[in-house]
């Protein structure tokens, strides 16, 4: 009977860790990919030419539309294969624009 309820307690507290890691990774994914990613007042453009590489872009991003964390952009871009996919175009950068 004793280890039968150790048992249940230790499955508990793995539980418990397993969700609370959860939540918590949920909180940071969620604050990277939703919450506001620019530090300006006013929208602000960026270019993208035919001439423009991705590195210039991300100097542009730092310059011009002040990011918050060009490192997770980085990231997310990668994962999204962006720098193969740049298009050509003019771009709004809102102060409210998520990653």
């Known amino acids: 009977m004793k ?19 959860s939540i918590i990774s949920g909180i940071i ?11 300006i007042q006013e929208t602000t453009y960026i270019y993208i030419d035919e001439r423009k ?5 991300l100097l542009q991003l730092q310059t011009s539309a002040h990011i918050k964390d ?21 771009y709004a950068v809102h102060p409210k624009t998520t990653m």
């Open 70 to 90: 060009i490192e997770n952009f980085k990231k997310l871009s990668s994962a999204t294969k962006y720098p193969e996919k740049m298009r050509t175009g003019r």
């Open 53 to 57: 590489n991705y590195d210039e872009l």
């Open 29 to 39: 994914i969620y604050r990277i990919l939703y919450a506001p990613a620019f530090d």
């Open 3 to 21: 280890k039968k309820t150790s048992y249940k307690k230790l499955l508990t507290i793995i539980a418990s860790i397993v969700l609370g890691l």
